[in-house]
């Protein structure tokens, strides 16, 4: 395995939340402008992992030479949480009436805000913790009081919370810009957890875990996922189109951007993407 490196830690985190629904007009101007009530629901979908990997493997597989770390441990560890729910949204659409802008088409200034209600369906936290053992050479043994594997993992099937998503865009001619922030307060409170650990007692000896029902830390957890805040910009052509966005929440600071060009029935495109410190 030497020449496979990895990363002391390693973190993800990420959220699936499309809204289906409509739009109901409630007041016009006669201008193009409007205020509106939106109605929608959709499922919500966060996964996050959480990878501890022991500096001391990391220096074996990193060196040019052989190394050897007698009557030593070795450990290696992954949390990860799930989350399954139904979002039910209900929020307030605008567009205002500007001058400058044109009513019949689809320039003019936009706002937009949601209230997701939360019905959580599915909570699943397991956490992973493996351990190597070394006898007085350096070399993997299998020390009796060793459990190579031990999964305890913490579950529910209830729970209840909310987020706010706001956003205004600007379109005028071509160019659209826009700014926004999704899961604000953003939270599912779980209750009535349960636990069960997995151990398997040989890496060896058929590799089988022995599972038992045990008690969970609390019965009740609260999950809160980061608020991304991000900013666009976009300009359109009957032949091309260039967009790009910036945020900063669930990987840090990322961004997107690409263009694409109309040639008849085809589109060229091309993009690139920054996220996690790399392009």
Do not use: C
Request: net charge positive; no cysteine.
């Amino acid at each position: 395995y030497r020449g496979f490196t990895p990363a002391r830690e390693l973190r993800a985190q990420g959220l699936v939340s499309p809204s289906f629904g409509k739009t109901l007009k409630i007041r016009t101007d006669g201008n193009g402008g409007y205020q509106g009530l939106y109605v929608g629901a959709g499922p919500y979908l966060s996964i996050g992992t959480a990878l501890q990997f022991d500096q001391k493997l990391i220096n074996i597989f990193s060196s040019s030479t052989n190394v050897y770390m007698p009557n030593n441990h070795f450990v290696i560890g992954d949390n990860t949480t799930g989350q399954a729910a139904l979002a039910i949204t209900g929020g307030y659409r605008a567009r205002l009436s500007v001058p400058g802008f044109e009513a019949s088409s689809k320039e003019g200034v936009f706002i937009a805000a949601n209230y997701n209600y939360l019905h959580g369906l599915r909570y699943d936290n397991p956490d992973l913790n493996v351990q190597f053992d070394t006898d007085s050479g350096g070399l993997i043994t299998l020390a009796p009081t060793t459990q190579p594997i031990v999964i305890n993992r913490t579950m529910s099937g209830s729970g209840h919370g909310f987020s706010i998503d706001v956003g205004t865009a600007i379109v005028k001619g071509g160019w659209d810009l826009g700014v926004g922030a999704d899961g604000i307060g953003n939270r599912i409170n779980w209750t009535n957890m349960t636990a069960r650990q997995y151990v398997m007692l040989s890496l060896t000896n058929g590799g089988s875990f022995i599972s038992a029902s045990t008690l969970p830390a609390s019965r009740t957890q609260r999950v809160s996922l980061p608020v991304r805040y991000h900013g666009n910009a976009g300009y359109h052509t009957s032949h091309w189109s260039a967009a790009s966005e910036v945020g900063k929440g669930f990987q840090g600071l990322d961004f997107n951007g690409g263009a694409e060009y109309r040639f008849g029935p085809l589109a060229f495109r091309g993009g690139g993407r920054y996220t996690n410190d790399k392009w």
